[in-house]
């Protein structure tokens, strides 16, 4: 069964960074997309950024130029780094391949505040 295990989240300060990562397996990692996605309390699910099996990556427009989407195919492992942290980017952080609709991990939580 597909698997996805985010970790990395944290309380960080405004303008602080965090790398977040997404060990996946139960999938031929290397051939799928990878998405990132957001969820704040109160507000719907967001796309946060793309990564293709060839490398393309895709953002958010309101994120491009803060976060850095990329993949490690040996680690099966997506990651995230988030740099120039705001309070609004708090939320819990999802990790997701779209070819399995349904499946989603745990996510992990993201705080930035003073």
């Known amino acids: 069964q597909v698997q996805l295990v985010e970790s990395g989240g944290g309380l960080v300060q405004p303008g602080g960074s965090l790398r977040l990562s997404c060990a996946a397996s139960g999938i031929i990692f290397r051939v799928n997309t990878m998405n990132w996605y957001r969820q704040a309390p109160g507000k719907q699910r967001e796309f946060v950024a793309q990564?293709?099996?060839?490398?393309?990556?895709n953002y958010a427009d309101s994120l491009k130029g803060r976060f850095t989407i990329s993949r490690d195919n040996a680690k099966s492992t997506v990651y995230l780094q988030m740099d120039s942290l705001k309070p609004e980017d708090t939320a819990v952080y999802y990790c997701h391949a779209p070819v399995y609709t349904d499946s989603w991990g745990q996510g992990t939580q993201v705080t930035v505040s003073s």
């Open positions: 990564i293709t099996p060839s490398g393309r990556t």
